[in-house]
């Protein structure tokens, strides 16, 4: 199985810029799937990046142009840069790993809230 630990959430200001950290620990070498995604309390968890082992990606049209996942292989770490950050970008960032042979590994999730 896969460990994800999520870091790098916190409080900004509109129009500013974080960046989100995900871990992977145990069985990486099964991943073939990395994603993020994020929850607000009452609503649906929506896919916000993802990125395959193949360096393709894909983004929700909501934060299409203004965040960007990569990944460290040597590091076992995916990032999300999130520029030109909105009020409603406020939501629980969870990081998710789609392995082969076992069931998909959740994080934690980190907290991210933009103000106005």
């Known amino acids: 199985q896969v460990q994800l630990v999520e870091s790098g959430g916190g409080l900004v200001q509109a129009g500013g810029s974080l960046r989100l950290s995900c871990a992977a620990s145990g069985s990486v070498s099964s991943i073939y799937i990395m994603a993020w995604y994020r929850q607000v309390p009452e609503k649906q968890r929506e896919l916000v990046a993802l990125?395959?082992?193949?360096?393709?990606?894909e983004y929700a049209d909501s934060v299409k142009g203004r965040f960007t996942v990569s990944r460290d292989d040597a590091k076992n770490t995916m990032y999300l840069q999130m520029n030109i950050l909105k009020p409603e970008d406020t939501a629980v960032y969870y990081c998710s790993a789609k392995s082969w042979g076992a069931m998909d590994s959740w994080g934690k999730g980190t907290l991210v809230t933009v103000s106005s």
């Open positions: 990125i395959s082992r193949s360096g393709s990606t």
